[in-house]
């Protein structure tokens, strides 16, 4: 079993709808959840971050950790085609100080219809 | 200014030629990573500095060596270029002194090598 699992899709939205991305990963120790976007030929760029378990808004976007069930997900509302990016899940772990140590998701790549 | 450059952004080369890649950022971060990132494997480590005295092999360092020049300087070599590293190269940087080390990606380098 992969660390990280994600949905490559694609997956085509109208604008407006409300998107959910979502990663599963098996690590336990896992703490720190990311996401990152990336339009096409730039860079990753960090997204929300949430430690452990619960919700985080940020406008739009809203990240949320369960992980009791080791899964993640990222909803973004009121959907855009500026939010046509691949979306990137990453964790790490605190344990031994490794909270360096990302491991990525392969990335969802996503359109918005206009 | 962009935190994180990369340089440079694109680069033909040939089978057995060494090429260097280089980074730079001003975001005053101690750590600095090298990844590649290749469709349908995702990102994959190279290389990782904790700081100017401290590099380390990542999960694919074969055939890569780094040069931490600076704090604020990272370069990456590819000794004899084969055609299978061709790929997107990345440089990123976080901040040890932060309890969730989120990482921050430069623009990206697409290097093909012939």
């Known amino acids: 079993q992969k660390e990280v699992e994600q949905d490559p899709g694609p997956l085509s939205v109208p604008e407006g709808a409300i998107v959910s991305l979502n990663c599963t990963y098996s690590?336990?120790?896992?703490?720190?959840f990311m996401w990152y976007r990336q339009y096409s030929r730039k860079g990753p760029e960090l997204l929300m971050y949430?430690?452990?378990?619960g919700n985080k808004e940020d406008g739009r976007f809203t990240a949320q950790v369960d992980k009791s069930s080791k899964y993640i997900s990222l909803f973004i509302r009121d959907s855009q085609p500026s939010d046509s990016a691949t979306y990137l899940c990453?964790?790490?772990?605190?344990?031994?100080?490794?909270?360096?140590?990302?491991?990525f998701g392969k990335g969802t790549l996503l359109t918005v219809n206009p | 200014d962009a935190d994180v450059t990369q340089t440079p952004r694109n680069r033909i080369t040939k089978t057995g030629k060494r090429i260097m890649l280089e980074c730079s950022q001003t975001?005053?971060?101690?750590?600095m990573y090298w990844y590649r990132q290749d469709p349908g494997l995702g990102l994959r480590l190279i290389y990782y500095?904790?700081?100017?005295?401290?590099?380390n092999k990542g999960e694919i360092s074969d055939g890569y060596s780094v040069s931490r020049q600076a704090q604020a300087k990272f370069s990456l070599s590819l000794e004899s270029a084969i055609p299978n590293q061709t790929a997107l190269y990345f440089c990123?940087?976080?901040?040890?002194?932060?309890?969730?080390?989120?990482?921050?990606f430069g623009p990206g380098t697409r290097l093909l090598v012939l």
């Open positions: 990123a940087t976080s901040d040890s002194g932060l309890v969730a080390e989120t990482q921050y």
């Open positions: 690590n336990s120790a896992f703490q720190y």
């Open positions: 949430t430690y452990s378990s």
């Open positions: 990453a964790m790490s772990g605190n344990s031994g100080g490794s909270n360096y140590k990302l491991t």
């Open positions: 975001k005053g971060h101690d750590r």
């Open positions: 500095s904790f700081d100017v005295k401290d590099i």
